[in-house]
């Protein structure tokens, strides 16, 4: 058996898991192997990330693993996340945003459902930037995390509530998700404000 190989795999199972991880269970299902050697191979692959100094690290949360940054990093992905070259919300963000905002509370999956892609660089930055919030737990299998807009969410957009939103008009399901961006995006007057004038 392929050890590295099957260690190598795991990395890439968790990052894709995202924030949701996986069980040992859900990995021995998906590499077809037994759950206990699945365990060993994340412990495994736990110590050669310890051992290289690597970025990230692998943390074991209500039975699952995810992979999950050092906490003494912390301050470079703040400074990241709050420089002004980084302030604007991307097109993928904003996209990602309006689908929060008009159909909250929303899992990750069901975010990437409606866009097509892959939204875990999007709904990080949005968590990061306090626009977006877990307000819980869908009632579905692996309990996936629930997003909801935040109180900086309305500051960021001048709404006085989510209620406020402006409302779509009558359109296509494959239109809705363009509608309601470009709706947001109007919202701002055609500015982006910056994380930084919001709080000042």
Do not use: C, N, W
């Not at 963000?93 to 975010?111: F, G, H, N």
């Not at 409302?167 to 961006?181: F, Q, R």
């Amino acid at each position: 058996m392929d050890y590295p190989k099957l260690k190598s795999i795991i990395e890439g199972l968790l990052f894709m898991a995202g924030d949701e991880g996986l069980t040992k269970k859900q990995l021995a299902d998906i590499l077809e192997i037994d759950s206990d050697l699945s365990s060993d191979l994340v412990y495994d692959l736990q110590r050669d990330l310890e051992r290289e100094m690597r970025g990230v690290q692998i943390a074991e949360v209500a039975s699952s693993y995810r992979l999950t940054t050092h906490p003494e990093h912390a301050p470079y992905f703040e400074r990241m996340a709050y420089s002004p070259s980084r302030s604007q919300l991307s097109q993928a963000a904003l996209e990602t945003l309006s689908i929060v905002a008009y159909r909250q509370p929303i899992t990750r999956i069901d975010i990437e459902e409606i866009r097509g892609v892959k939204t875990d660089r999007a709904i990080s930055s949005l968590v990061s930037k306090d626009l977006i919030e877990e307000v819980g737990r869908a009632e579905a299998i692996g309990r996936p995390i629930l997003y909801g807009t935040t109180k900086l969410f309305l500051e960021y957009f001048g709404l006085p509530s989510i209620k406020e939103l402006p409302e779509p008009g009558h359109v296509s399901v494959d239109d809705a998700l363009e509608e309601t961006t470009q709706l947001l995006f109007e919202r701002l007057d055609g500015r982006q404000m910056t994380i930084d004038e919001i709080k000042e």
